[in-house]
């Protein structure tokens, strides 16, 4: 089936010591998204890229990054984490660009992400 | 400012009884409001995209509605399978979807 895939699905990491997350998706969409999920909050977009076309809310903390380096994989870089980036982090995809026709998002199973 | 607004936050119901989830939106040239359904520690899953105001859809017990100014997800004869949190979202051209911040559903038998 094809699907969004997202590994670890638990990370524990300490204060100040970066961490990588990674999505994969069998989908062949050409968006994919990043977004954190705190508890009982709703989904906050971090960035996107439309193929490798980077696009970053205008409110994603620095110490946020990501790499895109083929269609299938994308990777979530925190590079000193604070105890308030503890959350669920959520990759998706969808065919086209928001706001466009076939743009439905399809998530991944999301990492839960703990800082000690 | 663009908003998503669900309610109500939280809703409890008996098997069979059915409801309806309310999601009020302000988003200035609307490109689709989307519904989904997310369990407890997973990441979401997709249910339903509304492009213009009186489209319907359905799936299984779950029927999504969209006027000019809110969606509905009705939910008939609901079982305790469908407990979940459910996610409504507005999308504009060129941007992010808009995220409310659920109603979550708990149905008892």
């Known amino acids: 089936d094809a699907m969004v895939i997202q590994n670890p699905r638990y990370q524990v990491t300490q204060f100040g010591k970066p961490v990588t997350l990674s999505c994969s998706q069998t989908?062949?969409?050409?968006?994919m998204y990043w977004y954190q999920q705190k508890s009982s909050q709703a989904p906050k977009l971090l960035f996107h890229y439309y193929d490798k076309d980077f696009n970053n809310e205008a409110d994603t903390p620095d110490n946020f990054q990501s790499r895109r380096p083929n269609t299938s994989f994308c990777f979530l870089d925190i590079r000193s984490p604070g105890l308030g980036d503890a959350a669920m982090y959520l990759c998706a995809t969808s065919r086209s660009s928001p706001g466009l026709v076939n743009n439905e998002q399809f998530f991944g199973p999301g990492t839960r992400l703990t800082v000690l | 400012e663009d908003q998503v607004t669900q309610s109500p936050e939280a809703l409890r119901l008996q098997e069979g009884e059915s409801s309806s989830l309310n999601c009020s939106y302000t988003v200035s040239g609307l490109r689709g409001l989307f519904w989904y359904r997310q369990d407890p520690g997973k990441g979401p899953e997709f249910l339903f995209t509304l492009y213009s105001a009186g489209e319907e859809k359905e799936k299984e017990r779950l029927k999504a509605t969209l006027t000019k100014k809110e969606s509905f997800l009705h939910i008939t004869a609901p079982k305790p399978e469908d407990s979940a949190t459910y996610l409504c979202?507005?999308?504009?051209?060129?941007?992010?979807?808009?995220f409310g911040k659920g109603t979550t559903l708990s149905v008892s038998s």
């Open positions: 979202a507005g999308n504009q051209a060129g941007t992010a979807l808009i």
């Open positions: 989908l062949n969409h050409n968006v």
